[in-house]
Protein backbone atom coordinates (compact mmCIF):
# COMPACT_ATOMS: atom_id res chain seq x y z
CA UNK A 1 0.00 0.00 0.00
CA UNK A 2 1.28 3.10 -1.30
CA UNK A 3 0.87 6.22 1.76
CA UNK A 4 0.38 9.36 0.50
CA UNK A 5 -2.17 10.82 3.13
CA UNK A 6 -1.01 11.25 6.55
CA UNK A 7 -3.43 12.68 9.47
CA UNK A 8 -1.86 14.02 12.42
CA UNK A 9 -3.75 13.66 15.68
CA UNK A 10 -2.02 15.49 18.44
CA UNK A 11 -2.59 18.23 20.78
CA UNK A 12 0.23 20.02 20.79
CA UNK A 13 0.88 22.56 18.10
CA UNK A 14 4.25 22.59 18.10
CA UNK A 15 4.40 18.84 18.11
CA UNK A 16 1.95 18.97 15.45
CA UNK A 17 3.75 21.51 12.97
CA UNK A 18 7.21 19.55 13.74
CA UNK A 19 5.41 16.11 12.08
CA UNK A 20 3.60 17.75 9.59
CA UNK A 21 6.65 19.58 8.36
CA UNK A 22 8.43 16.53 8.32
CA UNK A 23 6.07 14.59 6.56
CA UNK A 24 5.47 17.66 3.83
CA UNK A 25 9.19 17.76 3.22
CA UNK A 26 8.71 13.64 2.59
CA UNK A 27 6.30 14.51 0.04
CA UNK A 28 2.93 13.38 2.04
CA UNK A 29 0.01 15.07 2.01
CA UNK A 30 -0.90 16.22 5.79
CA UNK A 31 -4.02 17.19 7.72
CA UNK A 32 -4.27 17.65 10.84
CA UNK A 33 -6.50 17.62 14.08
CA UNK A 34 -5.90 18.21 17.91
CA UNK A 35 -7.64 15.60 19.70
CA UNK A 36 -9.36 11.96 19.11
CA UNK A 37 -12.88 13.36 18.71
CA UNK A 38 -11.78 15.42 15.79
CA UNK A 39 -10.00 12.46 14.43
CA UNK A 40 -13.09 10.14 14.38
CA UNK A 41 -14.99 12.99 12.44
CA UNK A 42 -12.43 12.94 10.50
CA UNK A 43 -12.25 9.46 9.53
CA UNK A 44 -16.04 10.36 8.57
CA UNK A 45 -15.49 12.41 5.71
CA UNK A 46 -11.60 11.50 4.63
CA UNK A 47 -9.92 8.48 4.77
CA UNK A 48 -5.82 8.46 5.39
CA UNK A 49 -3.60 6.05 4.34
CA UNK A 50 -1.88 6.58 7.47
CA UNK A 51 -2.57 8.22 11.57
CA UNK A 52 0.03 9.55 13.90
CA UNK A 53 -1.13 9.41 17.44
CA UNK A 54 -0.17 11.38 20.26
CA UNK A 55 -1.43 9.51 23.50
CA UNK A 56 -1.77 12.06 25.93
CA UNK A 57 -4.83 14.14 24.84
CA UNK A 58 -8.22 16.19 26.60
CA UNK A 59 -10.86 14.15 25.84
CA UNK A 60 -10.32 10.26 24.05
CA UNK A 61 -6.69 10.30 24.69
CA UNK A 62 -4.72 8.16 21.45
CA UNK A 63 -5.17 4.95 22.98
CA UNK A 64 -9.08 4.73 23.22
CA UNK A 65 -9.06 6.88 19.80
CA UNK A 66 -6.77 4.30 18.14
CA UNK A 67 -9.18 1.61 19.72
CA UNK A 68 -12.00 3.13 17.73
CA UNK A 69 -10.19 3.13 14.62
CA UNK A 70 -9.06 -0.01 14.50
CA UNK A 71 -11.54 -1.69 15.44
CA UNK A 72 -14.06 -0.37 13.37
CA UNK A 73 -14.65 -2.04 10.10
CA UNK A 74 -14.90 1.21 7.97
CA UNK A 75 -10.93 2.44 8.84
CA UNK A 76 -9.46 -0.70 10.33
CA UNK A 77 -7.03 -1.04 7.41
CA UNK A 78 -5.87 2.27 8.06
CA UNK A 79 -2.33 1.65 10.10
CA UNK A 80 -1.53 3.86 13.27
CA UNK A 81 1.70 4.60 14.42
CA UNK A 82 1.49 5.83 18.12
CA UNK A 83 4.05 9.10 19.02
CA UNK A 84 4.12 9.28 22.90
CA UNK A 85 6.80 11.40 25.18
CA UNK A 86 6.95 8.70 27.30
CA UNK A 87 9.52 6.13 26.54
CA UNK A 88 8.03 2.76 29.01
CA UNK A 89 8.14 -0.53 27.61
CA UNK A 90 4.43 -0.55 28.85
CA UNK A 91 3.06 2.02 26.54
CA UNK A 92 4.49 0.70 23.82
CA UNK A 93 2.62 -2.66 24.51
CA UNK A 94 -0.19 -0.96 25.23
CA UNK A 95 -0.58 0.84 21.87
CA UNK A 96 0.21 -2.36 20.55
CA UNK A 97 -2.48 -3.74 21.77
CA UNK A 98 -5.17 -1.53 20.98
CA UNK A 99 -4.33 -1.83 17.94
CA UNK A 100 -1.20 0.31 16.45
CA UNK A 101 1.31 -0.64 14.02
CA UNK A 102 4.15 0.89 15.76
CA UNK A 103 5.04 3.27 18.33
CA UNK A 104 7.81 6.17 18.49
CA UNK A 105 9.08 8.21 21.41
CA UNK A 106 9.18 11.55 21.08
CA UNK A 107 11.06 13.89 20.20
CA UNK A 108 10.44 11.67 16.96
CA UNK A 109 13.34 11.56 14.32
CA UNK A 110 12.65 12.06 11.07
CA UNK A 111 14.96 9.41 9.75
CA UNK A 112 12.62 7.18 12.14
CA UNK A 113 9.61 8.30 11.10
CA UNK A 114 10.11 7.81 7.96
CA UNK A 115 11.64 4.48 8.31
CA UNK A 116 8.89 3.48 10.25
CA UNK A 117 6.00 4.39 7.19
CA UNK A 118 8.00 3.00 4.54
CA UNK A 119 8.13 -0.91 6.81
CA UNK A 120 4.34 -0.21 6.29
CA UNK A 121 4.19 -0.05 2.52
Known amino acids: MAIRKVLVVDDSATDSFYLSEILKSAGFEVSAVDCGEACLEYLKREMPDLILMDVLMPGLNGFQTTR???????TAHI???VCTGKAQLTDRVWALRQGAKDCLVKPVSQADLLAKIQALE
Open 68 to 74: AVTHNPD
Open 79 to 81: PVI
